[in-house]
């Protein structure tokens, strides 16, 4: 069963910066493509970025193209995600899972772009 934690969320202004990180336990990290997911109020829950177990394939939803990026440090078995001129549509609680998903959910980071 893998446990995963997400830190680094809080509240910024538009065009501000976070950087978001997910420590992983049990399970194979190495292997999975992992991803980064948000929920905003009211929505469903939406994958941001995706990184294969090698960091070879990349990829990120359209509404956050150039402005996010997402890494992994195998060695550490966490995942981040660099999050610059955010707006007040990324506001949601950020996930981290492995890509497709599983059932292992953690309780995510709060992320609030205000002013």
């Known amino acids: 069963q893998v446990q995963l934690v997400e830190s680094g969320g809080g509240s910024v202004q538009p065009g501000g910066s976070l950087r978001l990180s997910c420590a992983a336990s049990?399970?194979?990290?190495?292997?999975?493509?992992m991803g980064w997911y948000r929920q905003a109020p009211g929505k469903q829950r939406e994958l941001v970025a995706s990184?294969?177990?090698?960091?070879?394939?990349?990829n990120y939803a359209d509404s956050v193209k150039g402005r996010f990026t997402i890494s992994r440090d195998n060695a550490n078995n966490t995942v981040n995600l660099q999050m610059n001129s955010l707006k007040p549509e990324d506001t949601a609680v950020y996930y981290c899972?492995?890509?497709?998903?599983?059932?292992?959910w953690g309780r995510g980071t709060q992320v609030t772009v205000s002013s």
């Open positions: 899972n492995r890509f497709p998903s599983t059932n292992s």
């Open positions: 049990g399970g194979a990290f190495r292997l999975y493509t």
């Open positions: 990184i294969s177990g090698g960091s070879v394939i990349i």
